[in-house]
């Protein structure tokens, strides 16, 4: 069955950096777009950043544009996301998760993504 495994969470400061990695297995990976999205304690879970199949397209939220970096490795089946300058209101679960596209697309709306993993807690300290 598909796996979406989140690794690289923590506790931070406010202006510090964390690595966020997923790891994939049971799909075809290189025929995802990967996603991460993130929930804050009552809040809807919302977009962070999207790549496209062969990574020639990427997308961010505006909260995030400038600080995070997605990136992903096909021969590894793994998709990262690498966070700087860090705030507080970055707190949250973070979730990967894998959505069926056309080559050279990103998805942005939840709904389309088919897999998702367990999460992992950033916390941000201010």
């Known amino acids: 069955q598909v796996q979406l495994v989140e690794s690289g969470g923590g506790l931070v400061q406010t202006g510090g950096s964390l690595r966020l990695s997923c790891a994939a297995s049971g799909l075809t990976f290189s025929s995802y777009v990967m996603g991460w999205f993130r929930q804050a304690p009552g809040k809807e879970r919302e977009f962070v950043a999207a790549?496209?199949?062969?990574?020639?397209?990427?997308d961010y939220a505006d909260s995030v544009k400038g600080r995070f970096t997605i990136s992903r490795a096909n021969a590894k089946n793994t998709v990262s996301l690498q966070m700087n300058n860090l705030k507080p209101e970055d707190t949250a679960v973070y979730y990967c998760?894998?959505?069926?596209?056309?080559?050279?697309?990103?998805?942005?709306?939840?709904?389309?993504?088919?897999?998702w993993g367990q999460g992992t807690q950033v916390t941000v300290s201010s």
């Open positions: 998760a894998g959505a069926i596209a056309p080559p050279r697309t990103t998805v942005v709306r939840r709904v389309e993504y088919a897999y």
């Open positions: 790549i496209s199949r062969g990574a020639s397209r990427t």
